[in-house]
């Protein structure tokens, strides 16, 4: 008998095919007893077994490329943690074995992240993941991880670690559904980069029956179990017309009455630029310049290799517009030589421009490479600061930027809702603003974007959150400056035409959903856009926000 679930729609598509589950994570070695004499013995094979694992991991994310490979090499470092290797090498010096004192060692870790703060919290499913590859090597049993199939299905986890979601093989995995996430999950934006279907956050996903039909519609969070041969029929036939849509839509992002809403891609460096020249995106709304940091935690990037990473993804873009957010350090992308190690809540500590502040040569490195990067390049760079609070620090960026020597034009993350109240005197400092509502959400509703247990709050749905986003975009439009959407938000295309109906003036998103935005703001008129906005603020809930912006733009 049919019948349906609803999680949380992350990635577009529909998938049908059997259930498939995760292998299952490594069990709990036994606490057994060594004599001293093997101590350095286990020592050795700990350090093998983790050196294995990190080469490994970057082994993958060469393999992934693109925003995987960032999020594997991270995974990588994390399992090389130093301070991690000395805990295991204790433990084992007082008796443990090399698997024990690994899963010990990691486990006080993983209390010390699930401890600090909502944020860093949202590391803890990478960290268990690095945890069971060097435990299941050590023990010699096979790696957690995708099951093996011949014939296409349909994957089922707990959570997808970003090691399994980067190398999923799409003729192999229609899709995927997890119990844990969100919306802004690793696992989230890697499946939006690989084009797979996916619904995260789903409960009760671990006790579909293996080898049960099922069908996952990405766009709308619903999952149909045994589904009837109508249902299938009719989700083809869904998948197939917007397939088409697709097709016909190219050329700049626009409403069916000529309104211009230009279509950027986030990318993470050179690696991602390919797929975003590809979608047709008409420049860049969000350039990630934290990955190159975080290539080596120990020391920032040198002037000459920043300058080669920014000018490969200018010079891909030219009459284009390249936004490029300045080094966002702290909370879950911690540095060493940076960000501190004893702050009780990262999250809403030192963090972002507030980092860069408090060492401003590295702030002063970056803009001036910037500006080395665009020489000589038809190119209309703007570069904006992560976690702008206030006037006073709008103020302090523009002021670096200027001091820097850097022909630009400078703006302002809204990521905290003080930020978006005071969108006006922000504006007085900045010539643009760039919403990055993964944060915005999270800072707005204190619910952590990586815990599926508040993954509701995290819905850029939330009515609250489009007030700020209309706040945001009401002042923009009072000072005749621009106001985009660099979060997730931008990539769901119901919820693009909502945002170009609160008057945001440009989206960017991942390269893979850029037609799909295309193709449905070309079918509304800016009028329609406007009606659905006011009936999604007009709602209490998220899912009422999405019912009545659905209603107005199908004609219901």
């Not at 707005?444 to 939330?462: E, I, M, N």
């Not at 809930?541 to 219901?556: F, I, K, M």
Request: include cysteine; proline fraction near 6%; charged fraction near 25%.
């Amino acid at each position: 008998m049919e019948t349906t679930l609803r999680g949380v729609g992350v990635s577009h598509g529909v998938a049908i095919g059997e259930v498939r589950h995760m292998g299952t994570a490594v069990l709990e070695p036994p606490a057994k007893q060594i004599p001293a004499e093997e101590a350095e013995r286990e020592q050795g094979r700990a350090r093998q077994a983790v050196e294995a694992v990190a080469a490994d991991l970057i082994a993958r994310g060469n393999l992934a490329g693109g925003e995987a490979q960032h999020v594997l090499e991270a995974q990588a470092m994390m399992a090389q943690d130093p301070e991690l290797m000395a805990d295991v090498e204790r433990r084992i010096a007082v008796g443990s074995t090399a698997e024990r004192a690994v899963y010990d060692a990691f486990a006080a870790y993983r209390a010390l992240l699930a401890g600090a703060g909502e944020y860093l919290a949202g590391r803890v499913a990478d960290l268990d993941d690095v945890r069971n590859r060097i435990v299941a090597r050590l023990l010699g049993v096979p790696m957690p991880g995708v099951p093996d199939s011949d014939e296409p299905y349909v994957l089922i986890a707990r959570d997808l670690a970003p090691a399994d979601t980067a190398l999923l093989d799409p003729t192999l995995v229609l899709g995927f559904v997890t119990e844990e996430g969100g919306p802004t999950s690793h696992s989230a934006i890697l499946a939006r980069a690989l084009g797979v279907p996916a619904v995260v956050a789903l409960p009760g996903a671990g006790e579909l029956v293996e080898g049960t039909v099922i069908a996952v519609d990405g766009s709308t969070g619903e999952v149909f179990v045994d589904p009837s041969a109508e249902k299938r029929a009719a989700l083809a036939k869904a998948a197939e017309e917007r397939k088409a849509a697709l097709a016909a839509s190219s050329g700049p992002g626009a409403t069916s009455d000529g309104h211009k809403v230009p279509l950027l891609a986030n990318v993470g460096g050179p690696a991602d630029v390919p797929a975003a020249v590809e979608a047709g995106a008409e420049g860049v709304g969000l350039f990630r310049t934290e990955f190159l940091f975080l290539d080596d935690s120990k020391q920032a990037p040198s002037e000459g290799k920043q300058v080669e990473a920014y000018r490969q993804v200018l010079e891909a873009f030219p009459e284009g517009r390249v936004v490029v957010r300045v080094l966002d350090a702290g909370a879950d992308k911690p540095l060493d030589f940076l960000t501190p190690a004893d702050e009780p809540n990262p999250a809403l500590g030192v963090r972002g421009l507030r980092t860069l502040l408090d060492h401003p040569d590295v702030l002063r490195t970056q803009l001036q490479a910037l500006a080395k990067a665009a020489e000589g390049l038809p190119v209309y760079l703007e570069v904006m600061a992560p976690m702008v609070a206030d006037r006073m620090d709008a103020k302090a960026f523009a002021d670096a930027c200027r001091e820097a020597g850097l022909q630009a034009k400078f703006g302002a993350m809204v990521e905290i809702p003080s930020a978006a109240l005071r969108a006006r005197s922000i504006l007085q400092e900045v010539e643009f603003l760039s919403l990055g509502t993964n944060d915005l959400a999270q800072y707005t509703f204190a619910a952590d974007r990586q815990v599926g247990a508040v993954s509701r709050l995290q819905d850029p749905w939330q009515p609250a959150l489009l007030d700020l986003v209309a706040a945001s975009a009401e002042a923009a439009k009072a000072e005749g400056k621009s106001c985009g959407v660099c979060g997730e938000a931008a990539s769901d295309p119901l919820l693009a035409c909502v945002l170009t109906g609160l008057g945001v003036t440009s989206l960017s998103m991942g390269a893979a959903s850029i037609p799909y935005v295309r193709a449905t703001l070309a079918k509304h008129t800016l009028a329609q856009c406007e009606r659905a906005a006011a009936a999604a603020r007009a709602a209490d809930t998220a899912e009422d926000a999405r019912a009545a912006a659905q209603a107005v733009l199908s004609g219901e």
